[in-house]
């Protein structure tokens, strides 16, 4: 069955517009989507892989390396050899919350080294993302020896194998995307601080949007070829934006201006770190230039600073009021 099209997506403007940005400008660490049930995370999430414009990587190699990048970090180009190039859709790996380590990190090829006497790595499921996406479904049920390992890897874009005699490393850079649903358990800060944007999803209240999915639901289940066929137009376009805005990315400007209101925003907000700042300006960035934009504005900052903030706050006693609630506080006053 063909993928759920992103633009037949109802509503959630929030985790669309936090995907695209995300697909302009990988820097901007990832996005997290916590929300009900049945919301449409995994199918967005999903979409949005159909939807992405391929990508150039060297034939053969099981780390997807650019052609145009250095081979020494990579144990199969740095080999030696022509490195030929095609393009290949990018990369959207799930990681199974059952997965073991050895399968996430890689491991010892047994096959070749029982019948040849060869220790060869057998590359895993960080190896597969490698310039692509990694999804984690329920990720704040994730075990905690995988929250460690992701966290190491995030921060280097290197994944190192110690184990069974091997000792290799590959790049591993991806752009982590996270699901789940905050009833079943919340996620541990130090991961929670690595996603660049946190999304809030809820069921729909109104009965337009209702009537609007589940329309939208029961159409593609009963004819999903003609359902896709019907929004090819609509998913082309999004895909030209999304080039687009790559090649217009570099020269969009971020003002001083801009970046002392980023600032007066995470000061009033009492965000450790400089993270929220930097976040703020790469995905301002990335937004302006989804919007055609060459300079970053007031608007742009407005915009994506709940998802950019709301999960970096600390929490206060004294204050019942949710993180989105603040965050929109804090925007009253700093841009009043």
Known sequence: M???????????????QALLIAAVDPA??????????????????????????????????????????????????AAGGPRKSQKKPVPVVDLPLGATEDRVVGTLDLERALSAGVKAFEPGLLARANRGFLYIDEVNLLEDHLVDLLLDVAASGVNTVEREGLSLRHPARFVLVGSGN?????????????????????????????????????????????????HAKDDAAIRKRIEAARKRLPSVTVPDAALEQAARLCLALGTD??????????????????????????DHLRRIAPAALRHRLRRNPLDESGSTVRVERALAEVFA
């Open 182 to 230: 905050p009833e079943e358990g919340e996620l541990r800060p130090q991961l929670l601080d690595r996603f660049g944007l946190a999304c809030e999803v809820a069921t729909p209240t109104d009965i337009a949007t209702r009537i609007a999915v589940v329309r939208a639901r029961d159409a593609y289940e009963r004819n999903p070829d003609g359902f896709c066929a019907a």
């Open 28 to 77: 901007v660490g990832g996005v997290l989507v916590f929300g009900d049930r049945g919301t449409g995370k995994s199918t967005a999430i999903r979409a949005l892989a159909a939807l992405l414009p391929p990508m150039a990587a060297v034939i053969g190699c099981p780390y997807n390396c650019d052609p145009a990048s250095p081979a020494d970090l990579c144990p199969h180009c």
């Open 273 to 298: 770190g400089l993270r929220g700042e930097l976040t703020l300006m790469r995905t301002a960035r990335a937004l302006a230039a989804l919007d055609g934009a060459t300079t970053v504005t007031d």
């Open 2 to 16: 063909p993928t759920f099209p992103f633009s037949a997506i109802v509503g959630q403007d929030e985790m669309r």
